[in-house]
């Protein structure tokens, strides 16, 4: 059985069982001995250099999105450089290994096992005898207990954002020396190698003040390669410095500098040489591509005759509109703006030249989300027409292929390929199939060319109308079939005055109805299929909106009507994902080593709280089953490795049968590197070594033989 997918009989019977409301688990891809998770798609891309090439010192100057609100990364307001900080200077017991999975750290750890089973659960760790914290005290039982009591949930003095795991642990004690840790659980728990990963000192977790505040602004005590010199938020930059008190191998680097750039300003900030490390868009690295190559420095503007042609065009202009004497002036003044610019463009075209864009797969996926509570796709069948009616191949390829980057659809919710816990269980909704998504249309009562109701304008405008001005641009725009009842050539999408009609319906009030029925819009009850698609409108965001306008037309084949509101970055979360106010959205999940208790807020079924509303952890699309749940429990209770994978793995396919969110592609990760700079760039599923990230010695060459990429990916 091939470890992508189950067979066309599984997926046929899945579909039976799915039309008569039944949630079918198929077979499980990769039967026998045959392992389904496969290997890595893109391995990390990070010029492996060994320790004796790289010179000693230097500081690297990282773009960063911003400085964090907190230096905690057990606090709700924790961000990506919370994390990038964690790495570098706290303990982590556990680190991700190239294909995602947890790996001893033996910088702080000789040894972690279960050492009992019966009555109760017991880890002993047995610590690094040189890891000591930067104050020079020893790492041990003192400072897991203080973890473990602060994100344990009993004390709400401690504002938390999470305490999956902690809340199974019965005690922490001292071993048969200082240098050992037993850890009693009160019940099983399969994903404990996910705690203590970032470890902090009994000075931060000790006390809710010092959990709560003392951690968020600055970190006096560490343990890892580098210490936190400076948090400076009016230039907007944390300074990290060497640790002087780091047992393993000392930092090559003397000093790494997380600076904020936004992204759009990247390339420029490269170009001025007050960056060497930035993760970049598609792009920022295909100017940075065009750069490495011959003759590149040189800019399209500045080819013979262009100034000439640009001046003709503007005298021609002007000739046209009877103000010929003014032409010499205007041409003089386009020469000079467009002599500067490709100047400009070739200066900095020629200092990019001595960068190269690294590029790898993140340890994430983006998805289609849902909104499965209320309208249209609160009916499972709806949401199941809306997945078959999508060629994910298709998109995946939009995205990845002209980046150079393996286009191959994701195949589960839980884990991506190379985990432990990936199978392909996308089987259980089955693939794009135009005729099976348009029997679900119809079994679920939307029918072509029905009547469709007048609606008062504003409200079917929505929360977003009044909104539509803030975003900037394009914020609201149909998709449907055009006036004639066919989809436009050129792929470009229509946008449909609403003039008095319901919005997303397939033409303006007054337009004679299409000849072709089958194009027509699907209608129930006097009212169209048209489902609200929400979407960042800022810079950063254009692949999503590209992926959007694809995943519209796709809908409009079988009858579904967009209506796409782009608000702005700021409000996207928070305003519309968490709050529900969307029917399809964009937007991407980490794919941790640990989806029993990383992975379960996001899928759990939603369940009243006690004041009347719905609680539903970080499940925004609202869809979740009883089976699910158990499930995940059951996975995060057995200590069998092979029989947790296999647990979730069928609840996987279960969260494929429920439609809620469809798993689209990896996300790309590009970043742009001085050329010099080694052991960084494209990480992949992988941990940075902060300590041997540095800069070439002068004439040295790094690592010879198989690259990173290729050597990950074996």
């Known amino acids: 059985m091939s470890q992508h997918g189950v067979g066309p009989r599984a997926v046929t019977r899945s579909v039976a069982f799915l039309t008569a409301g039944v949630l079918a688990v198929p077979a499980l891809a990769g039967c026998g001995s045959e392992d389904p998770s ?41 961000d990506a450089t919370t994390t990038r900080v964690a790495q570098a200077v706290l303990p982590s017991m556990f680190r991700m290994d190239a294909s995602g999975r947890p790996e001893r750290n033996p910088a702080y750890l000789e040894s972690a096992e279960v050492v009992e089973t019966e009555p109760k659960q017991v880890v002993l760790y047995k610590l690094n005898q040189e890891a000591v914290w930067s104050d020079g005290r020893e790492i041990g039982a003192a400072d897991f207990a203080a973890q473990w009591r602060a994100l344990s949930g009993k004390d709400t003095a401690y504002w938390t954002a999470r305490n999956a795991g902690y809340d199974r642990i019965q005690k922490i004690e001292r071993g048969d020396s200082a240098l050992e840790v037993r850890v009693t ?105 065009l750069a490495a190559r011959p003759h590149s420095s040189s800019s399209p503007l500045m080819g013979p005759g262009a100034d000439r042609s640009a001046a003709d065009s503007l005298r021609s202009g002007a000739v046209a509109d009877g103000s010929d004497e003014d032409a010499d002036d205007e041409e003089t003044v386009a020469r000079k703006k467009l002599r500067k610019a490709a100047v400009k463009y070739a200066r900095q075209q020629r200092a990019l030249s001595g960068f190269e864009v690294r590029k790898s797969l993140e340890p994430a996926y983006t998805q289609l989300a849902l909104h499965g509570a209320e309208g249209p796709l609160a009916d499972e069948r709806v949401r199941r027409a809306v997945a078959r009616a999508l060629d994910r191949e298709e998109l995946a390829q939009a995205v990845l292929k002209p980046l150079g980057l393996p286009a ?38 939307w029918v072509r060319g029905g009547p469709v109701k007048e609606q008062d304008k504003e409200k079917a405008a929505g929360p977003e109308g009044e909104k539509a001005d803030d975003t900037g641009g394009d914020d609201k725009a149909q998709h449907g ?36 029925q089958e194009a027509a819009r699907l209608a129930k009850n006097g009212k169209p299929l048209t489902l609200r698609f929400v979407l960042p ?45 969307y029917d399809l959205a964009l937007y991407s999940w ?44 059951e996975a995060a209770a057995t200590l069998d490795e092979g029989e947790s994978r296999s647990l979730i793995r069928k609840a996987d396919s ?60 074996r």
């Open 481 to 516: 079939p055009d006036p004639a009842g066919h989809l436009a050539q050129d792929g470009k999408r229509h946008q449909h005055p609403h003039q008095g009609g319901a919005p997303g319906a397939y033409a303006p009030r007054g337009t004679a109805a299409p000849a072709n």
């Open 537 to 581: 409108s800022g810079p950063g965001s254009q692949t999503l909106r590209t992926v959007a306008d694809r995943i519209s037309r796709m809908l409009e084949r079988v009858g579904i009507g967009t209506e796409i509101s782009k608000v702005s970055d700021e409000s996207y979360f928070k305003d519309h994902i968490a709050s529900g106010q």
């Open 185 to 289: 659980f009160s019940r099983p728990y399969a994903d404990w190698r996910s705690l203590f990963s970032p470890l902090y000192p009994k000075d931060v977790m000790g006390t809710p003040d010092s959990f709560n505040d003392g951690a968020r602004k600055k970190l006096k005590v560490t343990a890892g390669p580098f210490t936190v010199k400076k948090v400076d938020t009016e230039d907007e930059k944390i300074t990290l410095a060497r640790n002087p008190r780091w047992w393993g191998e000392p930092a090559k680097l003397s000093e790494i500098e997380l600076r904020t750039v936004p992204r759009d300003k990247r390339a420029s900030e490269l170009a001025a040489g007050t960056l060497d490390l930035a993760d970049i868009d598609p792009a920022a690295a295909r100017r940075i591509t």
């Open 590 to 633: 980490p794919a941790t080593a640990y989806p029993a208790t990383d992975a379960r807020p996001v899928f759990a079924k939603p369940v009243p709280a006690a004041d009347g509303s719905l609680n539903v952890e970080q499940n925004y699309t609202r869809v979740g089953t009883d089976q699910v749940d158990q499930l995940f429990d």
């Open 38 to 78: 496969g290997k890595p798609l893109a391995g990390q891309d990070i010029r492996p250099a060994p320790r004796d090439r790289i010179a000693d010192g230097g500081t690297l100057r990282w773009a960063v999105d911003s400085v964090p609100d907190t230096l905690n990364t057990f606090q709700s307001d924790a």
């Open 654 to 713: 279960r969260i494929w049968a429920a439609a809620g969110s469809i798993p689209l592609f990896q996300r790309p990760q590009l970043l742009a590197a001085r050329k010099n700079l080694v052991n960084t760039g494209a990480f992949g599923f992988g941990t940075p070594v902060y300590e041997d990230m540095g800069f070439l010695k002068k004439g040295a060459k790094p690592a010879s033989g198989p690259s990173a990429k290729a050597s990950a990916a």
């Open 408 to 445: 191959v659809p994701v195949g589960s919710h839980l884990a991506l390929s190379g985990q432990a816990h990936y199978a392909d269980n996308s089987g259980a909704l089955g693939g794009q199939d135009t005729k099976e998504a348009q029997a679900l249309l119809a079994d679920a009562g």
